[in-house]
């Protein structure tokens, strides 16, 4: 057979015991036209031979294997580098299903637009099958699904990234829900006349579609081989089609950590938090706690699924088997945990390469290399004017290899939560720390969760950027709507639901310096939520939340925070709050008429005893 030949359809293989599966790979195959058809095992001996293929062919560079043993760094292009919001779409059958936070497009005319595209776009590639579960195998909670794909470096980040291979694949079954996910680079090494073409490291395509079918529970990615766009079991499947699978059966689907917390007499606290971009989630996730007797363990950094269990409880699961971390700021000062996960086999991309052929990128150490090989492969040197790693460079690793992670990580039924986090980036208004004062009171901070914006390239400095539930980006129906499924979860658990509170760690000054360590010492408000869930301390009732006693906060140990420190952390300025007010429900009213009534009432709630303060303050 010649290398480019188009695959015959009797020469796809049909490994699956489900027939649906089988006839979707053939349909893909005689689409796509692959030049072969390979379904994934996910042995180490296939991730073995498909990086060693990938060094042969320039994607990788193995690293020294004396300081980064079995480890790989990938330079993708520079047109394909992160996530491509613009051209990211929900395609639901009723456009006011996708509500304004997403890109809408009709289901039908989407598909038209994708078809020409896909026809003929692997050819002279190979057609990769990869079955994979977002969840452990045989778990409550874990959803299942494939991916074709013709990149190498998607079949082996989704290796570490889920539990992929023939052993998901067994449970990929007739009568059981899966949900197809299509992806190509969109580069043919052939095109449709037979003409051949050179293949390079990283193929991309300058047009991009990354669309959701949430009704047909189907994914199909064109153009990027990067992150989110191209490995779909994570933002695609986890959170758009996964969210809508969950307001329809009853469940939870969110961009949260998952930690259990335990405290010097034994007792364990599972918490879950919904953290934006640049709000020390990671931190969080992998904390060296800095108060004697405590430990923190990771389950999960990114992604949470949460359903009722028997006991009337909310327990949760991380669906992902990996992390795929921002390497920028990542160091041994602000995550040590985390870079004590990623020594050994682990898959970099657009980090910078020492000179003794290790990795390195800003924030890793104090002070850069003399010389180093950028993300884009030129030299560099400390004095260079540009940045020696892009700012969305990532590392992919196994959760396995964390040397934090919790015994409990792969509980198939999940863990019972006891308290959800929100927390923003907020340099001003809103505490360190404080609990909500009911489900549907903790409903509406995770609806208005927001943090400033810090530069000038993301609008006027200060400004609020909206971020509800951290989940902006990423749910996949109506915002609106599902703030609607949060409330009716909320009811549906009654008293046995967590307990919901509000954290942020970036308050400052009038000077502009931070009030608050952060980092490890995060532990002593984390602390006062364990407190507040064992009802062992009282809070201070304020139109906002409930606040803790400053007494309460635990400060031995800090040097340069007393407690008289603390009280700007926890300041609650009616007349700054109220100008807040005035912001959040303009942004409510843009989300139209379907933002649930008892937001509207949360909002006048605490419009009330705002302005009942303010008055006592103005006589006082």
Not at 80 to 90: L, M, N
Not at 284 to 298: I, S
Request: proline content about 7%; some cysteine.
């Amino acid at each position: 057979m010649s290398p480019h030949a188009v695959v015959s359809t009797a020469d796809v293989p049909q490994l699956s015991a489900n027939p649906e599966v089988n006839e979707w790979v053939v349909a893909t195959a005689e689409l796509t036209k692959p030049t072969r058809v390979v379904w994934c095992d996910g042995s180490d001996a296939e991730y073995d031979r498909l990086t060693q293929e990938m060094v042969e062919a320039g994607t990788l560079i193995r690293l020294n294997p004396e300081k980064r043993p079995n480890s790989f760094l990938a330079r993708s292009d520079a047109g394909d580098v992160a996530r491509v919001e613009s051209r990211t779409y929900i395609c639901s059958k009723r456009e006011d299903d996708a509500g304004p936070t997403n890109n809408w497009r009709d289901p039908a005319e989407m598909r038209a637009e994708l078809h020409p595209l896909l026809d003929g776009s692997m050819r002279g590639r190979t057609m990769y099958v990869v079955p994979f579960a977002m969840g452990p195998l045989g778990g409550a909670i874990t959803q299942y699904g494939i991916e074709i794909t013709d990149s190498p470096y998607v079949v082996a980040s989704m290796a570490l990234m889920t539990r992929s291979g023939s052993a998901a694949l067994e449970y990929i079954t007739p009568e059981r829900q899966w949900v197809k996910a299509l992806h190509t680079v969109g580069a043919p090494l052939v095109d449709a006349d037979g003409n051949a073409r050179e293949d390079v490291p990283w193929p991309h395509n300058e047009t991009k579609y990354i669309t959701h079918f949430p009704e047909d529970r189907e994914i199909i990615s064109f153009g990027s081989g990067y992150g989110g766009n191209a490995l779909l079991g994570k933002k695609c499947f986890a959170l758009r089609i996964a969210s809508a699978m969950a307001r329809d059966e009853g469940w939870l689907a969110e961009h949260m950590l998952l930690i259990q917390v335990t405290n010097p007499a034994g007792r364990t606290f599972t918490i879950t938090g919904a953290f934006p971009s640049a709000t020390g989630k990671t931190n969080l996730a992998m904390m060296r706690p800095k108060l004697p007797g405590w430990k923190v363990e990771t389950i999960g950094d990114d992604i949470v699924w949460m359903r009722k269990g028997a006991d009337g409880r909310l327990y949760a699961i991380n669906p992902e088997y990996g992390f795929f971390g921002v390497a920028p700021g990542t160091g041994y000062h602000t995550n040590p945990v985390a870079m004590e996960t990623i020594t050994k086999n682990t898959i970099f991309t657009n980090v910078a390469l020492t000179d003794d052929g290790d990795v390195w990128w800003e924030g890793m150490t104090e002070d850069a290399p003399e010389h180093l090989i950028d993300w884009q492969g030129n030299d560099w040197e400390a004095d260079s004017a540009g940045k020696a790693a892009h700012p969305n460079a990532r590392f992919t690793v196994r959760a396995s290899q964390c040397p934090t992670i919790s015994p409990d990580w792969e509980s198939p039924d999940g863990v019972p939560v006891d308290a959800i986090l929100f927390g923003g980036r907020r340099a001003s208004n809103v505490p360190l720390v404080f609990q909500s004062k009911s489900w549907e009171h903790g409903c509406y901070l995770g609806a208005t969760l927001a943090s400033e914006q810090t530069a000038a390239a993301e609008g006027p400095v200060g400004k609020l950027r909206r971020d509800p539930f951290a989940m902006q980006p990423f749910a996949g129906y109506h915002m609106a709507d599902y703030w609607g499924h949060w409330l009716s979860i909320g009811e549906e658990l009654g008293d046995k639901a967590p307990k919901i509170f509000q954290v942020n760690w970036f308050r400052k000054d009038e000077h502009g310096d931070f009030l608050w360590p952060g980092f490890g010492e995060n532990i002593r408000a984390i602390k006062w939520v364990t407190r507040r869930i064992e009802n062992a301390v009282d809070a201070v009732e304020t139109p906002i939340g409930n606040l803790p006693r400053t007494r309460d906060i635990d400060v031995e140990g800090l040097k340069d925070l007393s407690r008289d420190d603390l009280e700007p952390l926890f300041e609650v300025n009616p007349r700054s709050w109220l100008v807040e007010l005035d912001v959040t429900k303009a942004y409510f009213e843009e989300l139209g008429d379907k933002v649930p009534a008892q937001l509207f009432s949360q909002l006048d709630e605490v419009r009330g005893g705002l302005r009942a303060a303010a008055k006592e303050d103005a006589s006082s």
